[in-house]
Structures are given as structure tokens and as C-alpha cells.
């Protein structure tokens, strides 16, 4: 079985700031890790994913993400925020064995201050 | 990219008529697509996974008889909300994914409101 943590449901950060968004997940398996924003009343837009090879791993807006095996975590970081960047994030869970069943967290609420 | 849609975006019915949701996949093949449920501030849970030319399998607690799905052809999966209910009321997302890739793909989803 799979699952997701997501450490926070709400995190607010000054423009400009550094974001950092938790996610640790358990797997049995070799997991599949995403994070994917959504918008009010939008539909899931995939930022970055870890499937294999670099760990550190580069998505859209500037966000990136480290799988650290060790920690089971998969969080998500950004240098500096922007109040686009204002909206609901959420970390997934995956694999091939499960037949890319994705299993989200609960999600994360950023906040941008001006 | 690869693209999904579903149709409609929104729709409101009244208590006991059903609904039906569809989603495709625009510009590839899904042998498997997914159905997810999500209420006001909280995350997706994943309701069934649809099979093209078997029949669903649903997540325990969601009952099938309920939430007909139908995945008549590689490029289209239904959800049917029978007799639906206001409880029934929530966002209902799709996703897909060709086959041997591991990213999903989600439609924009349907927003569900029933008087």
C-alpha cells in the first residue's frame, strides 16, 4: 500500500520568500512521486515528478523537488515566491506495480503575502 | 503535452435524476483511466480505476451501482451519478495516461451540484 503525508495545510510565505511545501510518502515499492497545483475550481496541473535517475528533480514556475530515500520525503522548494504562485499544492504517489494508481495527500494551501 | 477533457464542466440536476460525466483522452490511448472525488478544501480520493472493455474497479466504500462507470473505447471512460443526491455534490476528476507511461494526466474537472 501507498500513501502520502503532506506537513501542513497551510503555509504562508512573504513574496519573495523561500517556499518549502513537506511531503513524505510510504511505498513497498519503488515509488513514483509527483506534486501538481490546483487552481480554484481547476483541474490538477502536473509540476515535476520523480520517476528514476536525478534525485533532484526541475519542474514548471520554478519549483523543484529532492526524493530523499532515506527520509521518504519528497519535498517541494522555490527560491523566491510569487503571488502567482498563491494556491493548493498537493504531493502523489505512484508505481508501475499499482498500476500508476495515484494516491494524493491532503494537500497544501500557500499563501503569498505582498 | 498530452490533453484530457471532460464534459460537461458543470452541471446541476435535481435530487433522484442521473448524470453522466464523460472523459477523453484528446491525443493518445488510455486502456486505463481514473475516477477521482474531490469536496470543498480537501484532496482527491480516488473512486474507481476504468478499464477499457472490462469492468471497473472501485476503491472500497464507493458503491458501484452508484457511480456507473463505462469505458466503451480507448478514448473514452463515462461516470454515471445515478439517482443522485446533494451529498452526491462535489468536483469529479478524470485522469489518464498512455499505456506504459507513468504520468497521469487530469482532465479539468466536472463540478457536480445537485438541488
Known amino acids: 500500500a501507498q500513501s502520502v503525508t503532506q506537513l501542513g495545510s497551510h503555509v504562508s510565505v512573504s513574496e519573495g520568500a523561500l517556499v518549502l511545501l513537506r511531503c513524505n510518502y510510504s511505498?513497498?515499492?519503488?515509488?513514483?512521486l509527483f506534486w501538481y497545483v490546483q487552481y480554484p475550481n481547476q483541474g490538477l496541473q502536473l509540476l515535476l515528478k520523480?520517476?528514476?535517475?536525478?534525485?533532484l528533480v526541475k519542474g514548471i514556475n520554478g519549483f523543484e523537488a529532492e526524493f530523499k530515500k532515506s527520509e521518504t520525503s519528497f519535498h517541494l522548494t522555490k527560491p523566491s515566491a510569487h503571488m502567482s504562485d498563491a494556491a493548493e499544492y498537493f504531493c502523489?504517489?505512484?508505481?508501475?506495480?499499482?498500476?500508476?494508481?495515484?494516491?494524493f495527500g491532503a494537500g497544501t494551501r500557500l499563501f503569498v503575502k505582498a | 503535452g498530452a490533453v484530457v477533457s471532460q464534459h460537461p464542466s458543470r452541471v446541476i440536476c435535481k435530487s433522484g435524476t442521473s448524470v453522466k460525466i464523460e472523459c477523453r483522452s484528446l491525443?493518445?490511448?488510455?486502456?486505463?483511466m481514473f475516477w477521482y472525488r474531490q469536496f470543498p478544501k480537501q484532496s482527491l480520493m480516488l473512486m474507481a480505476t476504468?478499464?477499457?472493455?472490462?469492468?471497473?474497479?472501485?476503491e472500497q466504500g464507493v458503491e458501484k451501482d452508484k457511480f456507473l462507470i463505462n469505458h466503451a473505447s480507448l478514448t473514452l471512460s463515462t461516470l454515471t451519478v445515478t439517482s443522485a443526491h446533494p451529498e452526491d455534490s462535489s468536483f469529479y476528476i478524470c485522469?489518464?495516461?498512455?499505456?506504459?507511461?507513468?504520468?497521469?494526466?487530469f482532465g479539468p474537472g466536472t463540478r457536480l451540484l445537485v438541488l
Open positions: 485522469s489518464a495516461g498512455p499505456t506504459s507511461v507513468e504520468t497521469q494526466y
Open positions: 511505498s513497498s515499492v519503488p515509488p513514483y
Open positions: 520523480y520517476t528514476t535517475g536525478a534525485t
Open positions: 502523489a504517489v505512484s508505481s508501475n506495480t499499482g498500476g500508476f494508481k495515484t494516491i
Open positions: 491525443d493518445f490511448q488510455a486502456t486505463t
Open positions: 476504468s478499464n477499457e472493455g472490462s469492468k471497473a474497479t472501485y
